[in-house]
C-alpha cells in the first residue's frame, strides 16, 4: 500500500455533530487534479450535545471523540503528514477546554489538528462542493447546516465571492427547542422564528448577489434529501429538496409527540435525535432566501479541505491571497517588509532547527509576519504592534486556521517593545523565529537599502549570540545602542542576548 502513498491524500473532519475521514488518490488529468475516494469513515460524536452550560465538553462527549479518532489514527498510520490535514469547526471553537482536547487528539490522530474560524470553514465549504456538483453559468448558493453552525456561501465556478457562519446547527437547535426529543407545534414554530430571525440578517446582501444554483452540502442536507426520497414527499427528484417536500415533513413530524415515535421510511437512528432541529433550521433557509429548490451533494468540508491541501501542494496556497489582500488594503510599505522579511529568514536559517517540516512551515509563517508587521499603523503610530496583532487574530483571514492566526498575532505584538507577557506564556514556543523577526526589524529601522556587515547569529541555551563586526556597530552609535537595549529587554525575561563585537 505504502508503495503508491505517494498519490494519497487525507482529511478528517471533527465537526460538531460527527467526525469524518476522506482518503482519496489524486488523480492528474489533462483538466487539473481529481480526487477519487478510496476510504470513508464517519462516526456519530455528537460532541455539541456534550457541552454544558459552562461551555465545557462533558467526559463522555470528550471521550467518545478521543475514541473515534483514535481509530481514524490507526488508519492513517504511515502517512505523509504533508498529505494529511485535520480541521476542527464549531464546537472545538467555542469549548472552553478546546485547547485540551485538541492536544490529546493530537496524540491520538498521530497529526496537527487545526480549528478554523467559521468563514473558513465556510471557504472550505465552498470548494469542495464547486468541485462535487456540475457547473452553471453565474453564481452558485452553498448551505451547509452543520451541527453547531450553519455556513453560507455566495459563489462562482471555484471561487466564493460572500460568506457568512451563523451559530445555528442541528445538534444545538435539537437540544434547545426539542429536549429529550419532546415534539409539538409551539415549539417548532419557535425553532423555525429563531432560525429565521439570524437568517434574516445576512439575507439581504445573499439576494443582492443572486444565483442560478443552490447546492446542500454535507450531513443534514443528505440526510433530508435522503428522507425526501424514501418518503417521496413532493415528488421531488432525487438528490433534491424542495419547499413543499420540507412541508410535508414538517406535517408527519408534528403528528408525533416525541422523536421516537416517527416512523418515516429513511430516518436513522443516529440523525433521528438531530432531524427536528435540522428540518427547521432547513425550511427557515428555504423561507429567509426565496428558495424553492436545492440539489444536495455529499462533498463539503472534507473534500474542501484536500483540494485546498493540493493547492497548497502546486503553490496555490490561499494563505499568500489573503496577506497580499491585507498588504493591499493596509498599504504596507512593501520595501520596508521585504528587507526585514529577506533579513529574519537569513537569521533563522543560521538556527538550529529540530524538524525540517515545522522549519519550511516557520519560514512561510515568518515571511507574513514581516509582511504584515507594519499593518497596526494604518491605526496609530502609537503602539502600531499591538494593532497589528489585534487585526491579525480577529479579522477574517481565509486559508489561515485559528492556530495560524495566533502564532501570527503573537509575533506581530512581540516584534518589538517588552517581551515580559510573552515570557509568561508557557504556550508561546516561536522564540527563533520572534528572535530572527526582532533582530531584522531593527536593523532595518533606517528604512533604506543600506549595505549591512555580515551577521551572524548563534543559539545558546535558552538565549542567543549575535557577531556583528565592531568597526561597523562604531560608526552606526543607533544602532549599538538599540541591540545593548535589546539584549537587557531578552535579559530580563531569562534569555541571555550576546553581542559579540569582532
Not at 479518532?69 to 494529511?84: H, K, Q, T, V, Y
Not at 453547531?148 to 442541528?170: D, N
Not at 485546498?308 to 517588509?337: C, I, K, N, P, W
Request: hydrophobic share 45%.
Amino acid at each position: 500500500m505504502f508503495a503508491e502513498s505517494d498519490a494519497l491524500v487525507a482529511s478528517v473532519d471533527l465537526g460538531s455533530n460527527s467526525f469524518r475521514m476522506l482518503i482519496a488518490r489524486a488523480v492528474k488529468t489533462h483538466s487539473g487534479t481529481q480526487l477519487r475516494a478510496i476510504d470513508t469513515m464517519r462516526e456519530s460524536v455528537r460532541l455539541a450535545a456534550g457541552l454544558n452550560h459552562e461551555k465545557l465538553l462533558g467526559y463522555e462527549a470528550y471521550e467518545r471523540g478521543l475514541s473515534a479518532i483514535g481509530r481514524f489514527g490507526e488508519r492513517l498510520r504511515g502517512f505523509d503528514p504533508n498529505r494529511i490535514r485535520a480541521v476542527a469547526t464549531n464546537t472545538l471553537r467555542v469549548a472552553r477546554n478546546s485547547a485540551e482536547f485538541i492536544k490529546d487528539a493530537e496524540r491520538a490522530l498521530g497529526f496537527p489538528i487545526e480549528v478554523i474560524a467559521g468563514v473558513e470553514e465556510a471557504r472550505l465549504i465552498y470548494i469542495g462542493a464547486a468541485h462535487e456538483v456540475s457547473p452553471v453559468q453565474g453564481n452558485r448558493l452553498v448551505v451547509d447546516i452543520g451541527g453547531g453552525s450553519t455556513e453560507f456561501i455566495v459563489g462562482e465556478g471555484y471561487e466564493p465571492k460572500l460568506m457568512e457562519s451563523l451559530y445555528i446547527g442541528c445538534v444545538s437547535h435539537s437540544m434547545r427547542f426539542f429536549p429529550k426529543g419532546e415534539i409539538d407545534a409551539h415549539a417548532f414554530k419557535e425553532a423555525e422564528l429563531s432560525a429565521r430571525r439570524e437568517i434574516q440578517v445576512i439575507a439581504e446582501p445573499f439576494i443582492k448577489q443572486g444565483w442560478k444554483q443552490v447546492i446542500g452540502s454535507s450531513g443534514t442536507a443528505r440526510a433530508l434529501a435522503d428522507l425526501v426520497a424514501e418518503a417521496n414527499y413532493g415528488n421531488a427528484p432525487k438528490g433534491f429538496i424542495t419547499k413543499s417536500a420540507l412541508v410535508q415533513m414538517k406535517r408527519d413530524l408534528l403528528q408525533c409527540n416525541h422523536i421516537n415515535q416517527v416512523q418515516i421510511p429513511g430516518l436513522k437512528d443516529d440523525r433521528r435525535a438531530v432531524w427536528p432541529g435540522g428540518l427547521a433550521i432547513m425550511l427557515a433557509v428555504f423561507e429567509e432566501l426565496n428558495i424553492e429548490s436545492m440539489e444536495v451533494t455529499d462533498a463539503a468540508l472534507r473534500v474542501g479541505v484536500l483540494y485546498d491541501l493540493l493547492g497548497r501542494s502546486q503553490h496555490h496556497d490561499m494563505r499568500f491571497v489573503t496577506v497580499e489582500q491585507f498588504m493591499v488594503r493596509y498599504a504596507v510599505d512593501r520595501q520596508q517588509a521585504q528587507r526585514v522579511g529577506s533579513l529574519a529568514a537569513e537569521f533563522l536559517s543560521q538556527l538550529p532547527s529540530v524538524d525540517a517540516e515545522a522549519r519550511s512551515n516557520n519560514v512561510m509563517l515568518l515571511g507574513w509576519a514581516a509582511n504584515l508587521h507594519e499593518i497596526g499603523l494604518s491605526i496609530s503610530h502609537n503602539s502600531y504592534h499591538k494593532h497589528s496583532a489585534y487585526i491579525a487574530g480577529n479579522a477574517d483571514m481565509p486559508g489561515f486556521s485559528k492556530n495560524d492566526q495566533q502564532r501570527l498575532a503573537t509575533l506581530l505584538v512581540g516584534h518589538t517593545g517588552k517581551l515580559g507577557k510573552l515570557a509568561s506564556n508557557t504556550d508561546f514556543l516561536d522564540w527563533r523565529m520572534l528572535f530572527s523577526l526582532r533582530l531584522a526589524q531593527l536593523l532595518c529601522r533606517g528604512r533604506i537599502d543600506s549595505r549591512l556587515p555580515q551577521v551572524n547569529v548563534f543559539e545558546k541555551g535558552p538565549g542567543f549570540i549575535i557577531q556583528i563586526s565592531k568597526a561597523w556597530i562604531e560608526n552606526h552609535p543607533l544602532t549599538e545602542f538599540s541591540l545593548r537595549k535589546e539584549a537587557a529587554e531578552w535579559e530580563r525575561i531569562g534569555r541571555p542576548y550576546v553581542l559579540d563585537l569582532i
